[in-house]
């Protein structure tokens, strides 16, 4: 029986957007669980779709588990320092009072920076590695999306990182880590480790793994595990992180140093011989909504256009109005939209009643450029508390407290207006306010690729448009301050030259 400390701290930081994330965002909860302690940390994770799930699922029960705190919080801007010294002063705090431990598991995101630490999960592994020592196994889940430092692969002998994206496999990559802990318990730390770092960086439109190129490097990163190979890794970075080593990267643990370059060397290889693969077509919203207008005449099925630079996932304001704006002036019908985060009009809408009709300013109240507030006349036809349980292929059995929604319809489209941010990548955030999206002829969802695992099975043709956001889908449009120089830009684009406008 083994002693084991379990905690998490997940954000994926968006550092080109305004906002900032706070302490306040991990301890009220909502899209996700509120901030967990101790005993709360099983009891808010435990059955669920997290990377904490699949390993309280799969750790040998025998083994003694210390939680010590656990919190989730979406995309967003920098960490404040306030939140990120609050958090981890508490999660060490508690891990040197839990002292003395066998092991220690974290759940992580691997793209998080607070406004002093650009690589923010490598100094909460600095933390920790300081206060349990080098002869403690430190295993840690990460998203797929992680920028892979140099200091996260220095204070950890064991990872997994998620292989899909769209995320359907969080709960499973957690399980993957507990085998990877529990074979370190009995074989050993991994004297070998490898990371290499990819020369260019790969928008998030770029990443799917259900398409090549990406879906043979995750079937030969998975073929390659066992054996003297603990883990073999490949993260394909998050671009709207600013810090020296965003990017792709591959990372081997294994029982010898030769084993570990070997095979990270053989997958770094793989990936670079895919460079010029990595691409996909990107549409201006006149341009999708018209596709998705002629297409929907005769399709059996809803067009499906992702707003992909509203990604809330991936930091965007949930607000944005440019695929409204052309779905209106272009006579779109039987349309439906979501999410737009806009409170006041939420308020407004749930004031006013089912069937009223209201003149608002819908969205646009971030200040992001070529952005405006939607004026227009609405009518109410629906109305929520916000409260659901997901039941798609991304999230299954999460519970969602989105705060009290509404439907506002304008000519033929319907938006799903809502009190707090999410990400549009549950059919349930439509179906739980009384929208059915098979009965819809277009669909526009505020997300770039995790709305594919529930929303694809449905729609004939998925379309994405560039409209006016925070999250730039090019990085070469984003003015980074530390990324290293001499990454390109986009697959066979440019190389980054620091402070070239």
């Not at 060490?92 to 923010?120: I, R």
């Not at 990443?207 to 079937?219: D, G, H, M, N, Y």
């Not at 190979?229 to 970075?237: D, E, K, P, R, T």
């Amino acid at each position: 029986m083994a002693r084991i400390a379990i905690g998490g701290f997940l954000h994926e930081t968006h550092c080109f957007v305004p906002m900032r994330t706070d302490y306040d965002y991990y301890a009220r909860g909502g899209e996700f669980p509120p901030l967990a302690r101790r005993d709360e940390v099983v009891e808010r994770t435990q059955g669920g779709s997290f990377g904490m799930s699949g390993f309280l699922d799969t750790i040998d029960p025998s083994h003694d588990l210390v939680p010590l705190i656990w919190g989730h919080a979406g995309a967003g801007g920098y960490i404040t320092d306030d939140c990120f010294e609050r958090i981890v002063g508490e999660l060490v705090g508690m891990l040197s009072q839990a002292m003395p431990v066998d092991a220690v598991y974290l759940d992580l995101h691997g793209a998080m920076c607070s406004e002093t630490f650009p690589d923010a999960e490598g100094e909460v592994l600095r933390r920790v590695r300081a206060c349990v020592g080098p002869d403690i196994p430190v295993v840690i889940t990460l998203d797929y999306h992680v920028n892979l430092t140099q200091q996260i692969v220095d204070n950890c002998d064991g990872m997994a990182v998620y292989l899909t994206y769209p995320h359907i496999d969080r709960q499973h990559t957690g399980s993957r880590s507990a085998k990877i802990l529990m074979r370190i318990l009995e074989e050993g730390i991994p004297k070998g480790k490898a990371l290499r770092r990819i020369p260019f960086l790969l928008p998030l439109n770029f990443q799917c793994t259900l398409v090549e190129p990406t879906k043979a490097i995750i079937e030969a990163s998975v073929a390659a595990e066992g054996g003297e190979i603990m883990n073999l890794s490949y993260g394909a970075g998050f671009p709207p992180s600013d810090l020296a080593e965003c990017g792709p990267a591959v990372v081997c643990h294994a029982h010898s140093q030769e084993a570990a370059d070997r095979t990270a060397d053989m997958l770094e290889a793989m990936i670079l011989e895919r460079e010029a693969a990595f691409a996909e077509p990107l549409m201006t919203p006149d341009e999708a909504v018209t596709k998705a207008m002629e297409l929907a005449k005769t399709a059996t099925a809803p067009i499906v256009i992702a707003d992909t630079q509203d990604n809330p996932g991936a930091g965007g304001t949930c607000d944005t109005t440019g695929m409204l704006e052309a779905l209106v002036r272009l006579g779109a019908e039987d349309a439906a939209m979501c999410v737009m985060w806009d409170p006041e009009a939420a308020q407004a809408a749930t004031e006013a009643g089912v069937g009223a009709t209201i003149e608002l300013d819908l969205g646009g109240k971030h200040d992001i450029p070529g952005d405006k507030p939607f004026h227009g006349t609405f009518e109410v036809t629906a109305l929520s508390d916000g409260k659901f349980t997901t039941t798609g292929r991304s999230i299954p059995g999460r519970k969602i407290n989105i705060g009290p929604a509404a439907v506002l319809k304008i000519g033929g489209v319907s938006i799903v207006t809502t009190s707090r941010r999410m990400q549009a990548y549950d059919q349930d955030i439509f179906k739980h306010i009384g929208i059915e999206p098979t009965e819809q002829k277009i669909l526009v969802l505020k997300s770039t690729c995790h709305f594919r695992a529930d929303f694809d099975p449905i729609a004939a043709e998925t379309l994405v448009a560039v409209a006016p956001g925070a999250h730039i889908v090019d990085p070469r449009e984003y003015p980074y301050r530390f990324l290293r120089a001499g990454v390109r830009l986009l697959p066979m684009g440019p190389e980054y030259v620091p402070g070239a406008a």
